[in-house]
């Protein structure tokens, strides 16, 4: 990677990507994502073991238990993500995240890491004050993974077809059930069907997991027993999930809900999750990934994500969730210039 001007990281064109991928094939490369690895996160990771031929992929803690059910259904061995830091690499790429505070336990060593950092990320855009970091973020991708496929056609890499379902599985799961899906998103899952020889129903019943009936009845009950709140002309559902924070989040927003936000806990943490319904975000300006953020500060944990979906988990008793429901909620009707609830 050539040497960078100033001190600060530099932004990239897809050309710039494209060449310090090329650059580094050969080399030894670390790749890694953020603190609990989402589908989106594992699966752009390691489709980057097609191309790179002396690359590894570590995770800073632990990945989700979707993410580690995809790679077991693929064949993936455990030891293709590993906890281990490679301080010799050349290179570290990050995909699905720009910033190190998102990356726990890896924080410290990659700000303290002596070789080159290359993000590769489709996120609000974030400053790193650090000097060799080169930065490809776009929002315009719905997923890492559809950046990371649109490279590995551009390198001329050989994707296998375990590599695409892969790759599907990332762009789907960052997709919001297709409702932040663009025109690129449609052409790649196609172009990814076509190469696995499936449709796409096929591919879902192979490859989405369906939670058994008692996870189901859960999630079912945590939103029979949701408070649902209408703030002007906002439906606002929310809390407390017995099973999965994410799943009930997800199911408010698909039985009409214009903002979903639940919570769980189990012996050591309190997780959030937030949805919010496309394209809310771009008609009212929210982030939801901005603002998760902000609440895992008071969380003292880690949080972040996507404008229509994140999340932020920190330390059992580190906050009561109510006062954390009522913060979320404020945030969302201040960004939506709500100011008084009408029912």
Do not use: W
């Amino acid at each position: 990677m050539k040497k960078r001007n100033n001190d600060v990281m530099e932004k990239l064109s897809f050309d710039a990507l494209e060449f310090i991928a090329k650059e580094n094939k050969d080399k030894r490369v670390l790749i890694t994502f953020h603190s609990v690895g989402d589908t989106d996160a594992v699966s752009s990771a390691v489709s980057l073991l097609d191309y790179f031929t002396n690359a590894s992929v570590a995770t800073p803690d632990f990945i989700t238990t979707n993410a580690g059910r995809i790679l077991k259904k693929l064949g993936f061995e455990p030891e293709t993500i590993t906890n281990k830091f490679d301080e010799s690499a050349d290179l570290v790429i990050m995909t699905d995240v720009n910033n190190f505070e998102d990356c726990g336990p890896f924080k410290y060593r990659l700000e303290g890491f002596k070789g080159d950092i290359l993000i590769i990320d489709h996120h609000m855009q974030k400053e790193i004050g650090r000097e060799r970091v080169s930065i490809f973020n776009d929002e315009n991708y719905n997923s890492a993974c559809s950046i990371v496929y649109e490279l590995l056609v551009a390198l001329g890499a050989r994707i296998s077809e375990t590599t695409s379902k892969i790759i599907l599985s990332g762009i789907i799961s960052d997709s919001a059930d297709l409702k932040n899906a663009g025109s690129k998103t449609f052409m790649q899952i196609g172009e990814l069907l076509g190469a696995v020889g499936m449709d796409y129903p096929t591919f879902l019943d192979q490859m989405v997991h369906v939670a058994d009936v008692q996870g189901r009845a859960k999630t079912l009950n945590d939103i029979i027993g949701a408070r649902v709140d209408l703030y002007g002309d906002m439906l606002i559902m929310h809390g407390r999930a017995h099973s999965h924070a994410n799943i009930a989040a997800d199911y408010a927003i698909k039985i009409g809900a214009d903002v979903g936000f639940f919570y769980a806990e189990n012996d050591r943490e309190l997780s959030f999750s937030a949805r919010l319904r496309p394209p809310l975000d771009n008609k009212l300006g929210i982030h939801l990934g901005v603002i998760m953020k902000s609440i895992a500060a008071r969380l003292n944990g880690n949080g972040g994500g996507h404008p229509c979906a994140a999340g932020a988990y920190g330390p059992l008793g580190s906050a009561k969730p109510q006062e954390i429901e009522g913060m979320f909620i404020s945030e969302i009707l201040k960004r939506a210039g709500i100011e008084n609830a009408t029912g």
